[in-house]
């Protein structure tokens, strides 16, 4: 089984927008980056996945200069996509990338716990790949429901693992999907 490690949407637009908090940052980068390295001593494929808005007035517009790695990510990658939706696999290329390299088994990572991660996790098991979600690896940031009831990104986190776990994917921490690359 051939696996690659997808870093989605950690990207520069985030910092601009009104609700980024690096409340949990430090602790983010710690296991991002540790989930990169580990999967780079193992040799999986690293595929950074990118956010593109063509709105004029998007954060997310690459003219903007903003739809770039955030400065502390290891700018090591094996392969590149960018997707205009939520998730990596629809109309990126990324799925038939992967199948050429002959991927089963897909590893989320990155920006928006709930929102990019959760819905690439989702569309990948319905796609047939086997998916481990590191959750530890992914950041996203509190909400407020419409009937005004605020929501941490800590319960954000633990109900996306909640309905992904043996639904969609494997929820795993960084050192669990690593040592699951060793067998």
Not at 35 to 62: E, M, T, Y
Not at 101 to 116: A, K, P, W, Y
Not at 124 to 134: I, K, T
Request: charged share 25%.
């Amino acid at each position: 089984m051939a696996s690659a490690l997808l870093v989605i949407d950690v990207q520069q637009s985030f910092e601009h927008l009104p609700f980024w908090s690096e409340d949990d940052l430090p602790a983010y980068q710690a296991a991002q980056t540790a989930l990169i390295q580990g999967c780079r001593a193992r040799r999986v494929p690293v595929v950074q996945v990118f956010h593109h808005n063509l709105a004029s007035d998007s954060l997310f517009n690459p003219a903007n200069g903003r739809c770039v790695a955030q400065d502390w990510l290891p700018k090591e990658h094996d392969h590149r996509v960018v997707k205009h939706v939520h998730n990596a696999l629809t109309d990126s290329g990324l799925d038939v990338w992967l199948r050429r390299q002959g991927v089963d088994h897909l590893i989320i990572s990155g920006m928006r716990t709930e929102q990019c991660c959760e819905t690439t996790a989702r569309v990948a098991s319905d796609l047939g790949y086997r998916v481990d979600f590191v959750s530890e690896a992914t950041l996203t940031f509190a909400m407020r429901h419409p009937d005004g009831r605020e929501f941490s990104a800590a319960e954000i986190r633990a109900r996306t693992e909640l309905v992904l776990d043996g639904r969609f994917a494997r929820v795993c921490t960084v050192a669990e999907c690593l040592e699951s690359l060793e067998h």
